[in-house]
């Protein structure tokens, strides 16, 4: 095979335009089904870079509107402040049970400022993830002890980065949010762009800080209802018996809260006591951006393979012409004792070497493909969660592409082109088989052209 991959490599030089089209039309279609498959990895298929991401739940309740307020950034049932610290420490079998929130401040540091997003956390939400500081510490469950005692701070990595250079010296350093100094006490780790899909927080702040950002400073309300909550089950704990197991918890916290708040309808009483708490995946984090693009990447994938698939049509055509050309060529290597074997290696080659060329120059382009996707899709750029890097699995995913791409285009044309010709030294090839092996894959790519045609322009 390496000489067949020789004699190939020496073909390509003699007959470039061929090669070209070839190589250029696979790359296309590796590139842009590359490309849509990072997007859906990243966006649907990968968990938050923490370690054991499955242990991770979230808690939502319906029919969980209490008397009083509510606000979220995501989709899931926010709790109040009260109720978290009787779930947390009702529940000390659990390897943790944190909560956060966001809101947006105006940040200075070194004489400039800009508004920054801020994540509001309780003070053991990087211990119930299992989390490293890149740099310093991060916050601690003393953090978020005492109201308005500690006003610390930790720096996203982003924010790290752009705002301060990576300068190891900005740990004990003094910024301000909405006026009130914080003090700098570490750096979360670089892939981390906190919990909630599509959110990349700038600052992390302890629950106990929140007033101090002119915030609403009454956070013991059972009716202001601001938190997400999520938790670490529980070791050797399926997610269905934790829940079953913190249920009653929950119930006696509603039913309390429902007396607490002097609900005299006894048809909200009701209503209120009888929501269940369930414990929603979280492994993925608050996966807000999957239940915005995952129509749209299962749309865009089912496209891009159809793409694929005329780019392999098209190659199978080439092939196929490629080998009229070859007739005498191959019936020359059968008289000198070639075997059908043989030259079926010799054919399978040449469409090997043009796949691992398209591959490579597919797996090059899908990085600005994807960035172009992004940008198309995201003012933001997806905020740090969706990049353009080509993560391993991607690559995997890619190499797949091209071995399956192999067999598509390639095993059709070089079983019809290695069929005997011993004694065919005129040049004459079975036309008619070719023919209609052509006309076939014209007729495929024309009908999954219409297709794709008509499924973009919807």
């Known amino acids: ?46 968990t ?27 989709a899931e049932t926010v709790f109040s402040y009260p109720m978290y610290r009787r779930l947390r420490d009702g529940a000390p079998h659990w390897q943790g049970i944190a909560s956060r929130s966001s809101l947006t401040a105006q940040l200075s540091a070194s004489g400039t400022a800009e508004r920054a997003q801020v994540e509001v956390v309780s003070g053991n939400f990087f211990e119930t993830l299992r989390m490293k500081a890149f740099a310093g510490r991060l916050l601690s469950t003393s953090d978020d002890a005492v109201r308005g005692a500690s006003p610390v701070v930790v720096l996203s990595h982003g924010l790290f980065m752009r705002r301060f250079g990576a300068k190891n010296d900005v740990i004990g350093a003094k910024i301000t949010l909405n006026g009130q100094p914080f003090d700098v006490i570490g750096v979360a780790p670089e892939r981390f762009h906190g919990v909630l899909g599509g959110d ?13 950002l002119n915030q609403d400073r009454d956070i013991d309300r059972p009716s202001s209802r601001w ?49 269940q708490l369930v414990l929603n995946p979280a492994a993925s984090g608050l996966n807000e951006l999957k239940r915005q693009w995952e129509e749209s990447l299962v749309v865009l994938l089912g496209m891009v393979g159809l793409l694929l698939l005329i780019a392999c049509a098209n190659l199978a055509n080439l092939l196929l012409a ?40 597919g797996a ?12 198309g ?82």
Request: hydrophobic share 50%; glycine share 6%; charged share 15%.
């Open 1 to 46: 095979m390496l000489q067949d991959a020789l004699y190939i490599l020496r073909s390509l030089r003699r007959q470039p335009g061929f090669f070209a089209v070839a190589i250029c039309t696979l790359t296309l279609g590796i590139a842009s089904t590359t490309a849509v498959f990072s997007l859906f990895y990243q966006i649907l298929l990968r």
């Open 48 to 74: 938050l870079p923490v370690p054991a991401p499955r242990e991770l739940v979230v808690f939502h309740a319906d029919n969980h509107d209490l008397p009083g307020g509510a606000s979220s950034d995501n």
């Open 200 to 212: 990349s927080p700038d600052v992390y702040i302890p629950i106990s800080m929140r007033h101090a």
């Open 227 to 275: 938190l997400t909550i999520l938790g670490r089950l529980p070791e050797n704990t399926t997610p269905q018996a934790a829940q079953a197991a913190i249920r009653p918890l929950f119930s006696s916290i509603v039913a309390d809260h429902v007396q607490e708040l002097k609900v005299t309808n006894p048809n909200a009483r009701k209503r209120l006591e009888s929501s």
């Open 322 to 361: 490629r080998g009229v050309n070859r007739a005498r060529e191959i019936a020359v290597r059968v008289s000198l004792g070639a075997t059908r074997g043989q030259i079926l290696q010799l054919l399978l080659s040449e469409t090997i070497v043009i796949t691992v060329l398209g591959a490579a120059l």
């Open 364 to 375: 090059a382009l899908a990085p600005a493909l994807v960035d172009l996707l992004v940008r």
């Open 377 to 458: 899709i995201s003012e933001d750029g997806g905020s740090g969660w969706v990049t353009a890097e080509l993560s391993w699995p991607v690559l995997l995913f890619s190499t797949a592409l091209a071995c399956v791409s192999t067999l598509l285009a390639g095993l059709a044309p070089a079983w019809q082109i290695s069929r005997p010709a011993a004694g065919n030294l005129s040049g004459r090839s079975p036309a008619s088989a070719h023919a209609r092996s052509r006309k076939f894959f014209v007729s495929a790519q024309v009908a999954l052209s219409l297709v794709l045609l008509a499924v973009a322009g919807l």
